[in-house]
């Protein structure tokens, strides 16, 4: 039997992408359908999603007011798979990002834009649209959990209804919850209950995600050991109580990569397409990154960045590091965009080292695919990674991850420290803490390794030969989904 998944996310790739987010959600339908899981995507309608929409499209429901807003169910695809969005022009049809105007400030109404989302998809996983029915439905992040509280506190009552679906909630980042106010309950329209310590109350407010996690059936997240790091404050960001309250209940599963998209192989992106036998090739790609940041040729590796500018990702030390990386023969090429202090701080050491370090503010999936091809070393030195995709890239692309040992990064990169070496297995290079010592090590490590030709290899090629697309994950979804539906 197959079992019809609602999944409910505010991004999907290839239609909206602000983050790897989107990249998972967007690979979600297609990991899932070997292994019996038929995936529905629930979507808000951005003016770059309801772009897709051919003239003729189906309307499938309409509802007068959703928190005070007219909104329709209008059917699309995404890829091969069934797409449903919420045109709710009021809400969603602005110029600007998913979450932020185009000053990066949040939209004030934010709060109303996904707790409609939320209501909609509470109302669907119910039984409001006559054609839809699901077995079990599946929430990402904040912006989704809404639709779990729902369901919880207020479902969908049409004909009297009005069941609950299993839900699973997705954790790709616990450090955006979003937050509000509790002036703002009597809006959100649930029973007074719901405004309870175990429900969407959150210290005095009300929090999104911890509606969603106090009401999900299983909590996921995106690796095993973020898993077991969101227990501590410094990883929950304040719901670590409930995470190890519900711990029974909480799992990893690392995010998996999409092979036709993400492959040196077939990536019309490159300038020679390579395998793990022809390394040489790489050399062709390398020269012609070299030309387009500007940089000198050199015998010392050439470390990529390509990443959102953020604390998170540790870019800040990344730039205290910067003068010791160029000291040790590296050169760095990035990529990135996000806070100004750290876009003009990369400016200013591209300025202090010409030809040793390029960097292109801003965000280009093509060039992100050649900096992969070029590149001996990626550097993703995050101070927390709930899974983290371009390590992954690099692994495939034989553009060895130079990473922090948390979350994700931990479960995915093998250290080349002695015994791995002296197995074949090892990766990449680890770390632990970031701060400028550890990450000047680490790098000071890189070009030790990079300079003994055959231990580069071989990381080369234990990477690209270890197995990081969706087939494992797939079939972990599948399970769980199956785990809450056969005891129903
Ligand atoms: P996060 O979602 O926390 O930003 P991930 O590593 O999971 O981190 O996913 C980031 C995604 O966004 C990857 O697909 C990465 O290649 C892409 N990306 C990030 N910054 C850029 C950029 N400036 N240009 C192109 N792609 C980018
Ligand atoms: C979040 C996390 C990242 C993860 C992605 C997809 O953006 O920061 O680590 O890979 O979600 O799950």
Known sequence: MTLSILSVASEAVPLVKTGGLADVVGALPEALAPHGAAMTTLL???????????????????????????????????????????????????????????????????????????????????????????????????????????????????????????????????????????????????????????????HGGISFLKAGLAAASRITTVSPTYAREIREPGFGMGLEGLIRAREGEVSGIVNGIDPAVWNPASDPALKASYTARALAK???????????????????????????????????????????????????????????????????????HPGRIGVRIGYDEALSHRML??????????????????????????????????????????DANLAARQAGVATGVQFDGVRWQTLADALTRTVQLYRDPAAWRSLQRAGMGADFTWTGSGEAYADLYKSLTVTR
Not at 381 to 398: D, I, N, V, W
Request: proline letters at 6%; aromatic letters at 8%.
């Open 44 to 202: 808000p309608g951005y003016p770059a999603v309801t772009a897709t929409l051919g003239k003729k499209h189906k309307v499938l429901h309409t509802w007068d007011s959703l928190l005070g807003e007219p909104a329709r169910l209008l059917a699309g695809k995404i890829g091969a798979h069934p797409l449903l969005i919420l045109d709710a022009p009021g809400l969603f049809a602005r110029e600007g990002g998913p979450y932020v105007d185009a000053t990066g400030r949040d939209w004030p109404d934010n709060w109303k834009r996904f707790a409609a989302f939320g209501r909609a998809a509470a109302d669907i996983a119910g039984g409001a649209v006559k054609s839809l029915s699901f077995d079990a439905i599946h929430a990402h992040d904040w912006q989704a959990g809404m639709a779990l509280a729902y369901q919880r506190f207020a479902p969908f009552s049409g004909d009297g209804a009005g069941a609950q679906l299993p839900s699973v909630i997705t954790i790709h980042n616990m450090a955006f919850q979003g937050h509000y106010g509790a002036d703002l309950f009597p809006a959100l329209g649930l029973p007074p209950q719901a405004m309870a310590i175990d429900g969407i109350e959150y």
């Open 282 to 352: 790489r050399a062709a790609n390398k020269r012609a990154l070299e030309a387009e940041f500007g940089l000198e040729k050199g015998d010392g590796p050439l470390f990529i960045v390509i990443s959102r500018l953020t604390w998170q990702k540790g870019m800040d030390v990344l730039l205290e590091a910067a003068d010791h990386l160029v000291g040790i023969g590296g050169r760095l090429a990035l990529l990135g965009s996000g806070d100004a202090a750290l876009e003009s701080g990369f400016h200013a050491a591209a300025a202090r």
């Open 373 to 414: 091809g070029g590149g001996d070393a990626i550097l993703v030195p995050s101070r927390f990674e709930p899974c983290g995709l371009t390590q992954l890239y690099g692994l495939a692309y034989g553009c060895v991850p130079v990473v922090s040992r948390t979350g994700g990064l931990a479960d995915t990169v093998i």
